[in-house]
Structures are given as C-alpha cells and as structure tokens.
C-alpha cells in the first residue's frame, strides 16, 4: 500500500479530526487512486502506440470503485479481475509490469469468463478459505461479465453463504441504469438474487470505502457475500471528486499531488522500459 512505500510523498501536516476515517488512510486512498489513474493512461498511451499485442479498452474513472474495496484486503485474499481491469490488481500489490502484461493481452471470451467465475466461486468453496477468514473480491466492469453469468455467480455465492464481495460498476446515462458488463442489452434490468446488494455512488470513494469495509467484515465473520453495486455517472470525475472532498478537510496540496505524480510517472518508466 502507499503508505508503506519508501516512494511515498511527504503528506501534508494535518490533525486527525472526528472522522471515521483517519487523515492517512484518507490521503492514501487519493494518492492510489492517482496511481491508478496514471496507470491507466498510460496502458491506453501504449495501446494506440502500438506496443501492445492487444488492445486496452478499459475507461478511466473505475479508481473510486477499485480503491475503495481493495486497499485494505489482507495478503491471504483473492482478487479476481478480467484482463482489461487491472487497477483493482494494483491496489492488491501486482507488480506493475505484471499488470502492464496483462493489459496486453488478447480478449477473452465470453465462456473464459463464466469459466473464471465457476473456478473463483469454486475457491471460495474450500474449507480452508473459511478457516483463515481468507475473502474474495471479484470486480465486474466495462463489457467484463454478461449480467447473465453474474446474476447466476450472485445466487451460487448467496445459496452457499460464501466469503466473497461481488463489486460491478453501472453507468448512469439520463434516465438509463446501464450495465457495463452488458451494455446493449440489459439498460438496467435485473432479477432479484439471494445475494444482498448495496447501491453506492461509484465516483465517491469515500462512500465506497466505508461500504466495503462493512461488507468485508461482514464476510469474514461467515455472514456470506455482498454485492456492492456502484453506480457513477460519466459526467463525473472520481479523482476530482476526492480532491475537493481533501481540499475541504484541509488535507490536500498542488505540491503533494506534483510530488507524487513525479515519483510514481520514475515508477511507470522503469516498467515499461522507456528513458
């Protein structure tokens, strides 16, 4: 995590107030959200330069939804993402070539991924999962899952009383709840499931945050799975939106960000081998 690395920049001095959230982990959910976003450019930068095999398509301002959950996973969990969504691996501690790697490589079909979701669901099975409270996340975002195959995982997990967050990420388009997953089709149609689903507003990540902590807890106390379902709306900025929630609290600096925008872009550069 970012505040454990040696990389990190100096933080702004500040005193903790009466938040749930304390001002580090609130500066360290921004400075990894501005990771992800850099990484994220700098996948599509590579793409239309041609030095991918494939082709990254996945869209900016999934960081509120990703950083949200997975920042405080413990080492024994598992996070599953499809090739394109490499941001929650990130946050999980992927090397970033790595995940560079996997941003290159070729799609993957539509039974791949109802495979993948059979084998975690599978995992999540084993004894010794519940034994050391061990969760699994699993993200759906932009074209990763069929809703089909994901209403299907979501009764499996809820039937099963399994350790697992389902975390999907919806669009909202004027009066249309559009699923990314199955974007041409579905505009919004869901059936009910026996996985409990909790709605939040996918460009905030605090509220993400406080969500997936709970759900996470809940979990890993044997209380089954949690769907959290965020929706954001295009016409938003996920990064911004902490940015001005820091600004309030007086946590955030120009300098901070310059700082750590250079750091990481040193980072990013060994990575992908550039000068």
Not at 232 to 247: A, F, G, Q, V, W
């Amino acid at each position: 995590m970012i505040a454990k690395s040696k990389e990190q920049p100096a933080a702004p001095a500040v005193q903790n107030g009466f938040s749930l959230i304390s001002n580090q982990k609130l500066l360290q959910i921004y400075s990894t959200m501005l990771q992800c976003r850099m990484i994220g450019e700098r996948a599509r930068l590579l793409s239309k330069q041609n030095k991918f095999s494939g082709k990254y398509d996945a869209p900016a301002g999934q960081e509120a939804a990703a950083v949200g959950v997975a920042i405080d996973l413990l080492p024994q969990d598992a996070v599953s993402a499809f090739f394109s969504d490499i941001i929650p691996l990130f946050v999980k501690r992927m090397s970033l070539k790595k995940l560079l790697g996997r941003a290159a490589g070729p799609a993957v079909t539509s039974l791949t991924r109802a495979a993948r979701l059979d084998h975690t669901l599978g995992a999540a099975m084993d004894p010794m999962a519940k034994s050391n409270s061990k969760i699994t996340v699993i993200f759906s975002s932009f074209k990763s899952t069929p809703l089909s195959f994901w209403q299907k995982a979501l009764n499996s997990a809820g039937d099963r009383n399994l350790p697992i967050l389902f975390v999907s990420l919806s669009t909202l388009r004027g009066d249309w709840l559009t699923y990314e997953s199955d974007a041409k089709s579905n505009h919004g149609k869901r059936k009910a499931c026996s996985c409990p689903t909790i709605t939040v507003d996918g460009n905030d990540a605090v509220a993400v945050y406080r969500v997936a902590t709970e759900s996470i807890a809940h979990a890993r106390k044997g209380d089954g799975p949690t769907h959290i379902e965020c929706i954001r709306s295009k016409d938003d900025d996920p990064l911004l939106n902490m940015e001005r929630y820091l600004i309030r609290k007086g946590l955030f600096s120009e300098k901070f960000k310059r700082q750590a925008i250079a750091r990481f872009s040193k980072r990013l550069d060994a990575a992908v081998d550039l000068p």
